[in-house]
């Protein structure tokens, strides 16, 4: 199950969903709320942004058994693969339970709230547009609260997650 980043065109994800079917496995993007075909003028909403992602986390864990219901695909081995928003996503997903047999983290970790609130690029737009809907900090800060992977990270098994993070990442 692949988890896509914050860009609209899930550019990434679509290429490390089409790269893994490439290797002969099978690999399911998921949409996240408000992206791709999930993508609709009340989702679009900025102020749904974190309910979005607390929804995305449910239909991450959802998808795996979804995905393992399909004849082809082995239900002993099971992944799943998210990036940067997606990774955060799957952060979370992987410290709530241990539904995947293996996680992987790229350009993501913890600590959303600091992200949003003092990141660069795409994080420090996201804050700019939340603050112009009329999300407060202290509103950004309970409801990151509510999906931060850090607080879930000592339940995630080392043997069998992987995350990449880039060194001098300023998002």
Known sequence: VVVHESGRGMT????????????????????????GARRNEETSKLELFIPSLQ???ADVRRARDAVVALPVVDPTVVGVQGTSLGGFVTATVAGLDHGYDRVFILLAGG????????????AAETKEKLLAAGVTEEQIKEHAR??????????????????????????
């Not at 600590?111 to 795409?122: E, F, R, S, T, Y």
């Not at 879930?152 to 060194?167: D, E, F, M, V």
């Open 55 to 57: 929804q995305a986390i």
């Open 111 to 122: 600590n959303l709230q600091d992200v949003i609130l003092n990141g660069a690029k795409d």
């Open 146 to 171: 509510q999906i931060e992977p850090l607080r879930l990270a000592h339940r995630i098994n080392p043997q069998h997650t992987w995350l990449y993070s880039g060194k001098y990442d300023n998002v």
């Open 12 to 35: 990434v994800g679509r290429l490390i969903a089409r790269g893994l079917n490439g290797q002969g496995l099978h690999a399911f993007l998921l949409h996240m709320p408000g992206y």
